[in-house]
């Protein structure tokens, strides 16, 4: 049974930071990726790497800010997000796709995790 479980998510304020974490079982998967979605905003991708490493893709919004890195030996995903803005609210999403193209497209992913929510207070 594949299964990704997202963590670290919260409550902080504008200026700080957090790491979320996804831990995958059930497969070996090639891209993994964060995405978000804001109350009455549609799903939009915040960073993908691919299982290499290599180089990561990054949403404008959060380049110089965010980092994706990835632990094959555990197949685990992480996302740091530094210097938080209140606009980066959002249940942030972790998804991995079988294939190896790095794609910011949601329909091109085969499996997501359940969520975490992000809240950033001004």
């Known amino acids: 049974q594949v299964q990704l479980v997202e963590s670290g998510g919260g409550l902080v304020q504008a200026g700080g930071s957090l790491r979320l974490s996804c831990a995958a079982s059930?497969?070996?998967?090639?891209?993994m990726s964060w995405f978000r979605q804001a109350p009455g905003k549609e799903r939009e991708i915040v960073a993908a790497i691919g299982r290499s490493g290599g180089t990561p893709y990054y949403a404008d919004s959060v380049k110089g800010r965010f980092i994706i890195s990835r632990d094959n030996a555990r197949n685990t995903l992480y996302l740091e997000m530094n210097s938080l803005k209140p606009g980066d609210t959002a249940v942030y999403y972790c998804?991995?796709?079988?294939?190896?193209?790095?794609?910011?497209?949601?329909?091109?992913?085969?499996?997501w995790g359940q969520g975490t929510q992000v809240t950033v207070s001004s």
């Open positions: 059930g497969l070996s998967t090639q891209t």
């Open positions: 998804a991995a796709r079988l294939g190896s193209l790095v794609t910011s497209n949601p329909s091109q992913y085969n499996y």
